[in-house]
């Protein structure tokens, strides 16, 4: 029973940290997309990241702080997934 539990937790750490790895990878070929088909379509991809980064930024020590716990839980959830690994 306790092996299931650790089975269970261990494949939803693992799904966080590819679902974020997936996120953050997806922002490049997006970006180049934009620049490709932006006088066609109007994409705003580049401006939608760089306002999300000056709202966060604009805020001083709190915004650093939201920028690594956004980013470091993919990070933290691929940790504890290789830390379950053990009890296997």
């Given at each position: 029973?306790?092996?299931?539990f650790?089975?269970?937790?261990?494949?939803?750490?693992w799904?966080y940290?590819m679902?974020?790895?997936?996120?953050?990878?997806?922002?490049?070929?997006?970006?180049l997309?934009?620049l490709l088909?932006?006088?066609v379509?109007?994409?705003?991809?580049?401006?939608?990241?760089?306002a999300?980064?000056?709202?966060?930024?604009s805020?001083?020590?709190?915004?650093?702080?939201?920028?690594?716990l956004?980013?470091?839980?993919f990070?933290?959830?691929?940790?504890?997934?290789?830390?379950?690994?053990?009890?296997?």
């Amino acid at each position: 029973m306790k092996n299931i539990f650790i089975h269970i937790f261990r494949f939803l750490f693992w799904a966080y940290a590819m679902l974020g790895y997936i996120f953050v990878m997806s922002l490049v070929p997006l970006i180049l997309l934009e620049l490709l088909l932006n006088p066609v379509v109007n994409l705003r991809i580049i401006d939608n990241v760089l306002a999300f980064a000056d709202a966060i930024l604009s805020n001083g020590v709190i915004g650093v702080l939201a920028i690594v716990l956004y980013g470091g839980q993919f990070f933290l959830s691929y940790y504890l997934y290789r830390r379950l690994n053990k009890f296997i």
